[in-house]
């Protein structure tokens, strides 16, 4: 048995199933109508504005390219995109729980409708993905992660995610991703199949056992005529 697949199967867990993501969604909801809350960031703010601040300085792409934020749960990164005057946002998730919270969030935040835009999807579903055309930036954070936890077929699945990113990114384009459950060469390792490694962007780090790690990876990767 391959190390790849005793870590899938170690790693499976709820987190990987709509079924948690609508619950959870349902709830910040809920919060975000009695409180104003409009719930977690994840992997923390900071890990959120070193990637905007990369797309919107060290990119090379107009403000009017589009961008792409899959699993985009409460939407937060585009909005912050939107305010920095990025006008051709897309974010898409399989729970329309987050969805909703993503929609009620952009409108009290009175972003132009033009800029910003919410919809349902799958990106593992290869009919889905084909009618939402090409982007200059694909984003994930988390997304990958989950796919990876999933009960059911995780390594399947996530051999259709790196096909469906990829066809998603535009040549010359960009794919960033940031995860927690995968190290800097383990993703490298993976996306590297389809994708030229362009920069790994700096991330907060521990040391422990006299090694020192990093709490979450960000690494950005192009899309590169072969």
């Known amino acids: 048995m391959s190390q790849e697949i005793q870590k899938d199967q170690i790693n499976n867990s709820e987190l990987g199933t709509k079924e948690f993501w609508d619950r959870s969604y349902s709830l910040e909801i809920q919060n975000y109508k009695n409180h104003g809350d409009v719930g977690e960031i994840w992997f923390n703010e900071y890990s959120q504005v070193r990637v905007i601040k ?36 897309l974010g898409v998730d399989y729970s329309q729980q987050a969805i909703d919270l993503a929609r009620s969030i952009a409108k009290d935040q009175k972003l132009n409708s033009m800029r910003i835009e919410y919809q349902p ?4 579903v290869t009919e889905e993905v084909d009618k939402l055309g090409k982007f200059g930036i694909t984003h994930d954070k ?15 699945k996530r051999e259709k995610y790196l096909e469906n990113i990829y066809n998603l990114t535009e040549d010359g384009g960009f794919f960033i991703i940031t995860s927690c459950n995968w190290t800097e060469d383990e993703l490298k390792e993976t996306f590297s199949k389809k994708f030229q490694l362009k920069l790994v962007l700096p991330t907060a780090t521990f040391k422990f056992g006299g090694k020192i790690g990093n709490v979450v990876t960000t690494i950005v990767f192009q899309k590169t005529l072969k």
Do not use: H
């Open 54 to 89: 990369w797309i919107k300085n060290s990119s090379g792409l107009s403000q009017e390219k589009r961008i792409l934020d899959i699993g985009c749960g409460n939407g937060m990164m585009l909005v912050e995109l939107a305010k920095e005057g990025f006008q051709n946002l």
């Open 142 to 156: 988390g997304t990958y992660d989950a796919i990876c936890m999933c009960p059911e077929n995780p390594t399947t």
């Open 121 to 124: 999807l799958d990106i593992l």
